[in-house]
């Protein structure tokens, strides 16, 4: 407790005598440590004080943070179920394409070759008849 510490050089005043603990005996002495152990509360105080303002603004900015997170996951979301549906459009737009282009391939080759091609011609009708 009587070691040098940098608080004691900064509260220091010109009348404080700079005694070692060595020199010191009986009431001198209990003064000295009696002040070391107040400025040690003090230092622990304060230091109780800094570490709650410290956690107090740690979570103040996590609050923030996860706030602005989720604000970030709405707006992927929101952007993930737009993707989704132009997929589904476009996934739906391919099949209609494929069919289409099926059902042409069927009636030029139905048209350029009867007899080779007389069995598609009975499977379109066939389809043609479903829709």
Known sequence: VLEE?????VLRTNDLQDVSKDKLKGPA????????????QVLKILENKSYRKYYQNLL???VQRQQHFQQQNEVLHDYVCE?????????????????????????LAGLLDRGEYSHL???????????
């Open 60 to 62: 103040a900015e996590s």
């Open 121 to 131: 011609a009975s499977k379109r009708g066939r389809s043609s008849s479903k829709q």
């Open 29 to 40: 002495r209990e003064r000295l440590l009696k002040f070391y152990r107040r400025l040690d």
């Open 5 to 9: 510490s940098p608080i004691v050089e």
């Open 83 to 107: 993707l989704e549906k132009e997929f589904a459009d476009i996934s739906d737009a391919i099949y209609n394409y494929r069919s289409k282009k099926e059902l042409m391939l069927t009636k």
